[in-house]
């Protein structure tokens, strides 16, 4: 397709060392190509990790990013601060608008860019729900983080879009608030609305409220990229390319609106220069963020994620018709993730796989990642009798005994794969 200049990857889904061939292609033609995180969890109570920061970093250097990015939230909870088992919320989830949480935040964002070979951009994320008792607006809360570290940010106006239609933030409000001279690139993305709540599903096409809030966005300051998201119903290529066009026509629109603004004025506001740490403040002289502050905002998460996942009480002040929301959406999402890194499951499965995979999410919070899940899940499967056909029950013995153990048992999944895939052709 021509005119891709740059293209994203997520990050865990890279293996250093065999890039998938589209990769290879796409660097051979001179394209971009930026590593997305997704699990490191900067808005979590607990410092990155170091295990994840390393992998990250490996994969700007391989890919010859540069820079690399991440998002503002927590996906993890539980653990040392906690005294309690450690949760995994399978997806991005806000962090509370506080001063606690913000302190811990500017931490967390300064290790990691210690950790990184290149500059760190971090994206606004969209949420279904809200905290209780929030001190700051969303452009506050950014502005803040941007001034405090000097990292960049990658602003997401499909999720201003969601947060506007889930949370009733003004979307204009948060491009006045934003520290714009900080942004490293911009994010569109379509969703769809059921029952009053909007997902932000990046399986449908970009709806016209977030080409607007592009166009306002452009209005203001001149983005230096602009990424359209689609990870899954990929439309044909030239439905694609209709997107691609309507995204170049929104930027356009703003850089005349800005170029209007200036000819009134006099005054130009089309350069963004990157905001850098103060060197005399290096983040190892920075102040740390004393343990009682993870510990109240680890405790809060912790509260909040177990609701989600593991059925315990609402907590305090928040919505629990949204909650409940949120855990279904986190449910279908741990089902329809398992299906693409374990395929066989639905094979095997058939028609039951969905059903039983939510009836096995409802009292089994995920506690690693979907791999784990899988294997967690089949061994359920199996420990409850199900499926209850002998010839699927021991397909699943046998796909779970070689996966579970230090070592494959055999060199037969593909014939058992084979052998499934020709019981669902039957009907079987």
Same mark, same amino acid.
């Given at each position: ?159 201003? +879009?969601?947060? +506007? ?21 911009? +994010? ?15 399986? +449908? ?127 279908? *999402? ?5 299906? *693409? ?88």
């Amino acid at each position: 397709m021509p005119g891709i200049d740059w293209v994203e990857a997520v990050a865990e889904n890279v293996c250093p060392g065999h890039l998938p061939e589209s990769l290879i292609r796409l660097r051979e033609r001179g394209v971009t190509v930026i590593p997305h995180g997704v699990s490191l969890g900067l808005g979590g109570a607990d410092r990155p990790d170091g295990q994840r920061l390393a992998a990250l970093a490996e994969r700007a250097e391989m890919l010859g990013s540069p820079l690399v990015t991440e998002h503002i939230a927590f996906v993890r909870a539980g653990g040392p601060l906690t005294a309690s088992p450690r949760l995994e919320a399978g997806h991005l989830l806000p962090v509370p608008r506080t001063r606690d949480a913000l302190d811990v935040l500017c931490e967390n964002v300064r290790i990691a860019q210690d950790a990184l070979p290149v500059p760190l951009a971090v994206e606004n994320i969209a949420a279904l729900i809200n905290w209780p008792g929030e001190e700051m607006t969303e452009g506050q809360f950014l502005y803040d983080l941007a001034d405090r570290t000097g990292v960049r940010l990658l602003i997401d106006v499909a999720n201003l +879009h969601t947060n +506007h239609i889930n949370r009733g933030e003004d979307p204009a409000k948060a491009l006045d608030e934003l520290p714009l001279e900080a942004l490293a690139y911009v +994010h569109v993305a379509g969703g769809v609305e059921r029952d009053g709540v909007w997902h932000d599903s990046h399986a +449908h096409p970009v709806p016209a409220p977030v080409l607007a809030l592009l166009t306002d966005l452009a209005a203001r300051v001149s983005p230096p990229g602009v990424l359209l998201e689609r990870d899954e119903n990929f439309p044909e290529p030239a439905q694609l390319e209709g997107e691609l066009a309507a995204i170049r026509e929104a930027v356009e629109r703003g850089r005349t609106l800005r170029e209007r603004a200036v000819t009134v004025t006099g005054t130009a506001a089309d350069t963004i220069v990157p905001p850098e740490r103060d060197s005399s403040t290096p983040a190892a002289l920075a102040a740390v963020v004393p343990d009682p502050v993870r510990q109240r905002l680890a405790l809060a998460q912790t509260a909040l994620l177990s609701a989600l996942v593991g059925g315990t009480p609402v907590p305090e002040g928040f919505d629990g018709v949204r909650l409940g929301v949120q855990a279904r959406a986190l449910a279908a *999402k741990r089902a329809d993730v398992v299906a *693409k890194v374990a395929p066989e499951l639905p094979l095997i499965l058939g028609a039951l796989y969905r059903s039983e995979f939510l009836g096995y999410a409802q009292g089994h919070p995920m506690t690693g990642g979907y791999r784990r899940d899988a294997l967690d899940f089949a061994e359920h499967l199996l420990r409850t009798g199900r499926p209850e056909e002998a010839e699927a029950q021991g397909e699943l013995r046998e796909w779970w005994l070689e996966r579970s153990g230090p070592a494959p048992r055999s060199g037969r999944p593909a014939v058992r794969l084979a052998r499934a895939t020709r019981r669902v052709l039957l009907g079987r």
